[in-house]
């Protein structure tokens, strides 16, 4: 099995011999070591997807709008990088959608990067199929396909407000079964807690 530093490498220089920028071609090899540790196919989908980039004439977007419709299909890196850069204004539209996004795996790890950043969850729906994306720890799906994904549709993307999944009922409940084990404090405790006594050895 290929280490996940390697894949980075590789991923990285592979992009940047297709064309790509280095800086970009950074952030290529960050994303595609994401979606392999997360156990989605990002190197099938690299491997075609720069198989085809120089001979393939696909859209650039660099400032994204609520709704992003394109005849010619969207470049997967190039609106990740923009998402990524703008992601701290667009999470004000609640949702953001795309038409005709190429190689639609290669968009995700972008958003799985957001999430962190923002501090939100983000779903996405990517014709059928959805995914959350949790802070960038976890990759949630319906998605098991291990193939290479050429096309998308239609592309919904939403920013999930935080709210617990458990009522204040439930959390007092719990917290007061924790107050079992609570110690008294006595001055002992105080004095053996800050860490003197009444010998000084100085």
């Known amino acids: 099995m290929k280490a996940l530093s390697e894949i980075d490498t590789t991923a990285k220089r592979a992009s940047r011999a297709a064309g790509f920028p280095w800086g970009i071609a950074e952030e290529i090899g960050k994303n595609i070591r994401l979606l392999e540790m997360f156990g989605l196919p990002g190197i099938k989908n690299l491997n075609q997807y720069l198989k085809i980039y120089k001979n393939q004439k696909f859209q650039n977007i660099s400032l994204i709008a609520k709704s992003n419709i394109s005849k010619i299909p969207y470049c997967p890196i190039i609106a990740g990088v923009s998402f990524l850069d703008q992601v701290t204004i667009m999470e004000e539209l609640d949702e953001i959608n ?3 996004v190429s190689f639609p795996i290669l968009f995700m790890p972008f958003l799985s990067r957001a999430s962190e950043i923002i501090g939100k969850k983000i779903l996405l729906k990517i014709d059928n199929k959805e995914f959350l994306f949790n802070f960038n720890q976890s990759i949630y799906s319906n998605y098991s ?9 239609k592309i919904n993307i939403q920013f999930l407000e935080n709210k617990n999944l458990f009522n204040e009922n439930e959390w007092q409940e719990l917290y007061k079964l924790s107050e079992k084990i609570f110690v008294e404090e006595t001055e002992e405790l105080k004095l053996k807690g800050a860490g003197a006594g009444t010998i000084d050895n100085d």
């Open 145 to 153: 396909s291990k193939e290479i994904w050429e096309k998308s549709n």
């Open 98 to 100: 795309f038409e005709n």
